[in-house]
């Protein structure tokens, strides 16, 4: 969804850099979650 965000709003920002800068913090600042933990959630359904 965060890159859908971005390169929908990028179009329409003066401030593409800034854009860019809030996607990255984002990304550092998630928990990363191993593949296993994805298809254990996925399969729970």
Not at 6 to 20: I, Q, T, V, Y
Request: glycine share 2%.
């Amino acid at each position: 969804l965060d890159e859908y965000a971005f390169r929908f709003n990028r179009r329409n920002s003066s401030a593409r850099g800034m854009l860019f800068y809030r996607l990255l913090q984002q990304a550092v600042a998630t928990d990363p979650h191993p593949l296993n933990e994805l298809i254990v959630r996925y399969q729970s359904r």
